[in-house]
T-cell receptor
Framework: AQSVTQLDSHVSVSEGTPVLLRCNYSSSYSPSLFWYVQHPNKGLQLLLKYTSAATLVKGINGFEAEFKKSETSFHLTKPSAHMSDAAEYFCVVSDGKGRRALTFGSGTRLQVQP | GAVVSQHPSWVICKSGTSVKIECRSL??????MFWYRQFPKQSLMLMATSNEGSKATYEQGVEKDKFLINHASLTLSTLTVTSAHPEDSSFYICSARVPAGISTDTQYFGPGTRLTVL
């Protein structure tokens, strides 16, 4: 069984300040982990993914995430927030086996203040 | 990159009618597609896994006779909501998994279809 916990349902930052969106996971297997972003009434866009290679993963739009097995975490960070980063962010885990279904976290809404 | 389209992007229908939603992988062949449902301000819930040439696999609690899935080709899966009722109103999102050998765990998502049942 696998699960994902996004520790914050809502995060608010000022433009130009760092972003930290927290995610913890649980998986019976070596997982693949993803961060997706969803803008209002839009589909999901892949930000980055971890698939057992480098533990520090760089994604699009300046985002990155670090896989920490000892802490079962996969937190998403960005050094400087832009207004366009305001959206819903989902941490996602795949068990890497069988049909490789994805399990979504509950989401974190990022608000960026001017 | 891998592009997935959905049609229609939104639909309004009367209670009791059926609605078909199409999901297409535009620049790759997808042996497996997934259908998700998202209620307002909630996360995505997997409804079913659609496999080309075989029956879909439904998640627990999803009525297979109500949500008919057909994966007729390597680039097209359809979801038909039969005898729709207001409680079926939701945002339906499909995804397609990139074939093995490229990136086996990455799914690319369609833009979603908003269904409103009156």
């Amino acid at each position: 069984a696998q699960s994902v916990t996004q520790l914050d349902s809502h995060v608010s930052v000022s433009e130009g300040t760092p972003v930290l969106l927290r995610c913890n996971y649980s998986s019976s297997y070596s997982p693949s982990l993803f961060w997706y972003v969803q803008h209002p009434n839009k589909g999901l866009q892949l930000l980055l993914k971890y698939t057992s290679a480098a533990t520090l993963v760089k994604g699009i739009n300046g985002f990155e995430a670090e896989f920490k097995k000892s802490e079962t975490s996969f937190h998403l960070t960005k050094p400087s927030a832009h207004m366009s980063d305001a959206a819903e962010y989902f941490c996602v885990v795949s068990d890497g086996k069988g049909r490789r279904a994805l399990t979504f976290g509950s989401g974190t809404r990022l608000q960026v203040q001017p | 990159g891998a592009v997935v389209s959905q049609h229609p992007s939104w639909v309004i229908c009367k209670s009791g009618t059926s609605v078909k939603i199409e999901c297409r992988s535009l620049d790759f062949q997808a042996t497996t597609m997934f259908w998700y449902r998202q209620f307002p301000k909630q996360s995505l819930m997997l409804m079913a896994t659609s496999n080309e040439g075989s029956k879909a696999t439904y998640e627990q609690g999803v009525e297979k006779d109500k949500f008919l899935i057909n994966h007729a080709s390597l680039t097209l899966s359809t979801l038909t909501v039969t005898s729709a009722h207001p409680e079926d109103s939701s945002f339906y999102i499909c995804s397609a998994r990139v074939p093995a050998g490229i990136s086996t765990d990455t799914q690319y998502f369609g833009p979603g279809t908003r269904l409103t049942v009156l």
